[in-house]
């Protein structure tokens, strides 16, 4: 049975980063991994994703230079590193996937087969 699970979500000043994980379990396929986010009121934004082939990234305009997204396969991990965090990234951030054999690097949900619970990210003074 397909998981993920992310954390490391919380309350961080203008500036400031965190760190989100998605631990992924249960695949037997390779796997694409995306991070998406949802503020409240607005539709849900595709952040960062990393390929199933060779671990290349894409990223979002709003966040390039800024976030980092990157895989330990031995782990099962996928983390998201965020940096010089501003108050427009608050949002809830969820961890997705979906399984593909070539490299695929698109940020439209409907693409995900598998999504996580989400977790909080809140940039605030």
């Known amino acids: 049975q397909v998981q993920l699970v992310e954390s490391g979500g919380g309350s961080v000043q203008p500036g400031g980063s965190l760190r989100l994980s998605c631990r992924a379990s249960?695949?037997?396929?390779?796997?694409?991994i995306g991070w998406f986010r949802q503020a409240p009121g607005k539709e849900r934004e595709g952040v960062a994703c990393?390929?199933?082939?060779?671990?290349?990234?894409y990223y979002t305009d709003s966040v390039k230079g800024r976030f980092t997204i990157t895989r330990d396969t031995a782990k099962n991990m996928v983390y998201l590193q965020m940096d010089n965090l501003k108050p427009e990234d608050t949002a809830v951030y969820y961890c997705?996937?979906?399984?593909?054999?070539?490299?695929?690097?698109?940020?439209?949900?409907?693409?995900?087969?598998?999504w996580g619970q989400g977790t909080q990210v809140t940039v605030s003074s």
């Open positions: 997705a996937a979906f399984e593909a054999f070539e490299k695929i690097l698109k940020l439209e949900a409907w693409r995900y087969d598998y």
């Open positions: 249960g695949f037997i396929l390779p796997h694409s």
């Open positions: 990393i390929s199933s082939v060779d671990d290349t990234t």
